[in-house]
């Protein structure tokens, strides 16, 4: 069984046992398959994959033609859900597996520390303000200061506590006027 990575990574026991997996035959083709399953786009934000953003929680694969995917949403509500899982399930059926079962997962849930660093990145290279790393535990900030993804600024202003999709806000920049969707923190 393969698990997908988070952006803090994993145990050093799990990347051992990753590594010793992807030394057999059926552990290259899970990880291939990871792989593809991962970088298949996020359907409300085409800019990261699955796997950049985190929902991707693992692969298994069952037998000849046969893989478990293992996928928590953003939210249980979540509408992508189902393009989602159409999408792996097309990604994986090109690469030979003629059974694709995709199980949704819910617990742990999914928080916004699960996008990979390199998913913050793509966000803030294409106009949207990061969700800050949240951690575990400890104090809640009171007041929320966003970076201004055009110019860096952090003096910002809440438009709408929703934009285009439910977990993104939309603000402005009051520096250089521009308008900006922010991904909230959870």
């Given at each position: 069984m393969?698990?997908?990575?988070?952006?803090?990574?994993?145990?050093?026991?799990?990347?051992?046992?990753?590594?010793?997996?992807?030394?057999?035959?059926d552990g290259v083709l899970e990880a291939e398959l990871l792989r593809l399953a991962g970088s298949v786009p996020d359907p409300e934000l085409p800019v990261?994959?699955?796997?950049?953003l985190g929902v991707l929680r693992g692969l298994q694969l069952l037998g000849p033609g046969r893989v478990e995917v293992r996928l928590t949403p953003t939210y249980t509500g979540c509408p992508a859900i189902d393009t989602m899982v159409a999408d792996i399930t097309?990604?994986?059926?090109?690469?030979?597996m003629t059974e694709v079962s995709?199980?949704?997962?819910?617990?742990?849930?999914?928080?916004?520390?699960?996008?990979?660093?390199e998913g913050r990145r793509k966000l803030a290279e294409h106009?949207?303000?990061?969700?800050?790393?949240?951690?575990?535990g400890g104090p809640v900030p009171v007041a929320l200061s966003v970076r201004c993804p055009h110019c860096g600024s952090v003096d910002t202003t809440v438009l709408s506590r929703f934009s285009s999709t439910a977990c993104k806000?939309?603000?402005?920049?009051?520096?250089?006027?521009e308008p900006f969707?922010?991904?909230k923190e959870l």
């Open positions: 393969v698990t997908g990575g988070t952006a803090t990574g994993g145990t050093a026991a799990a990347a051992r046992a990753d590594e010793t997996a992807a030394a057999t035959p990261l994959t699955l796997a950049e097309q990604v994986l059926r090109e690469r030979g995709v199980r949704t997962v819910l617990a742990p849930a999914w928080s916004t520390d699960a996008i990979s660093a106009g949207i303000a990061p969700p800050r790393p949240v951690g575990s806000s939309l603000r402005r920049c009051e520096s250089c006027r969707d922010h991904f």
